[in-house]
């Protein structure tokens, strides 16, 4: 009998997970993640993206600068997820630097937050979607940034794939289409 455990963490929690043996398979988002340790069986990037609520201000620019985005309040996921530290690593390249009104892990609570207010978000385009979609969520218009993740299925190279395994990857194959 094989039994199915979901963990969550960031990606350095599960990595660390996996190495130990304690989960047999990892998904993650993050950046490109190598180890020759490793198998990597799903790779597919994910762009990252400036999002805001349909009648924020920001919207009026038609093309604002980083320097100028950031003069608006930001909603962000916590300081140790990927794509905020990934946003942070960016601007401080550019001596600038982030300063959220709120932190929050749920990248729903988030959107929701948007929809209401004048803050800005910077989220994966998956996470978005629907929203920007359903015009919930406006693109804000900036070209000075362009950061992408990775989703990634690892798993460790001397690990035997079990069907559940396999059945994981294929479902997040066709999901990620």
């Not at 997970?17 to 950046?31: A, C, G, P, R, T």
């Not at 993206?49 to 916590?78: M, Q």
Request: some cysteine; hydrophobic content about 40%.
């Amino acid at each position: 009998e094989y039994r199915i455990k979901i963990s969550k963490g960031s990606p350095s929690e599960l990595i660390s997970l996996m190495e130990k043996n304690e989960v047999d398979i990892i998904y993650i988002l993050d950046v490109l993640r190598y180890d020759t340790k490793w198998r990597r069986v799903l790779q597919k990037e994910e762009p990252c993206l400036f999002v805001c609520g349909p009648d924020n201000p920001v919207l009026k620019k038609k093309n604002i600068s980083l320097t100028e985005l950031l003069k608006y309040p930001f909603y962000l996921t916590e300081a140790k997820d990927n794509y905020q530290y990934a946003l942070a690593q960016h601007l401080a390249a550019g001596d600038l630097s982030v300063d959220p009104v709120l932190e929050v892990g749920d990248t729903e609570v988030i959107s929701h937050m948007l929809y209401e207010g004048d803050a800005v978000s910077f989220l994966p385009r998956f996470a978005v979607e629907k929203h920007l979609k359903e015009g919930d969520l406006k693109l804000v218009p900036t070209d000075d940034l362009n950061i992408n993740m990775y989703h990634q299925i690892i798993y460790h190279k001397n690990k035997w794939l079990t069907d559940e395994m396999l059945e994981f990857i294929k479902t997040a194959e066709e999901y990620l289409k």
